[in-house]
């Protein structure tokens, strides 16, 4: 099974500062990667797809990048929206679809 | 508008079974294999498993925490997809998301989730 190692866990920052979240994945998947914002009590949102495409209607502060083993999103000016938790998906090999930990965004 | 409903959540005592049912419209729902994924509290998201389309024989893939007690089926004429979950352990308990991916990743894999339906395992 394909691991997929998240990091930070958690992030403190304010508004305005731009953040980055890393995924590893334990073997190469190429850019088989999704992103997803989920607020609390609130479905899953795709931001990313293939690593760096960007989701119809999410503002573009939002971008992503990597292949390979490693991949990053990255928000460029943090809004109040995005305090949330992040989650990396990959899909090159399945079953199992496996995510990362989480990383919860929290207001500094 | 693409929308993917949940429902059958509620309160069962351990050992006990239960169906899920997502309820979907907006899009072809033959086209599209089904996931199903849960969130214990306070935890991370987990995939449970998903149904394949038609040209795929409807064939289910499970993780191995579920495998042997939860089924997934569809009913492509409805476009609703089941999570039949039999012997339901306390750990268990989550909020259960279905989502849907495109086997033919025409716009990467998983665009579309519900909005959950709260199962709870307790006696």
């Known amino acids: 099974d394909i691991q997929m190692t998240q990091s930070p866990s958690s992030l403190s920052a304010s508004v305005g500062d731009r953040v980055t979240i890393t995924c590893r994945a334990s073997q190469d998947i190429r850019n088989d990667v999704e992103w997803f914002q989920q607020k609390p009590g609130k479905a899953p949102k795709r931001l990313i797809y293939e690593a760096s495409s960007l989701q119809s209607g999410v503002p573009s502060r939002f971008s992503g990048s990597g292949s390979g083993t490693e991949f990053t999103l990255t928000i460029s000016s943090l809004q109040p929206e995005d305090f949330a938790t992040y989650y990396c998906l990959q899909y090159y090999t399945f079953p199992p679809i496996t995510l990362g930990q989480g990383t919860r965004l929290e207001i500094k | 508008e693409v929308q993917l409903v949940e429902s059958g959540g509620g309160l069962v005592k351990p050992g006990r079974s239960l169906r899920l049912s997502c309820t979907t419209s907006g899009f072809i729902f033959g086209d599209y294999a089904m996931n199903w994924f849960r969130q214990a509290p306070g935890k991370g998201l987990e995939w449970v498993g998903f149904?394949?389309?038609?040209?795929?024989?409807?064939?289910?893939e499970f993780a191995a925490s579920v495998k042997g007690r939860f089924t997934i089926s569809r009913e492509d004429s409805k476009s609703i997809a089941y999570l039949q979950m039999n012997n339901l352990k306390t750990e268990d308990t989550a909020v259960y998301y279905c989502?849907?991916?495109?086997?033919?990743?025409?716009?990467?894999?998983?665009?579309?989730w519900g909005q959950g339906t709260t199962v709870t395992i307790s006696s």
């Open positions: 149904i394949r389309t038609k040209p795929y024989a409807w064939t289910t």
């Open positions: 989502s849907r991916h495109d086997p033919k990743f025409r716009e990467g894999f998983m665009d579309v």
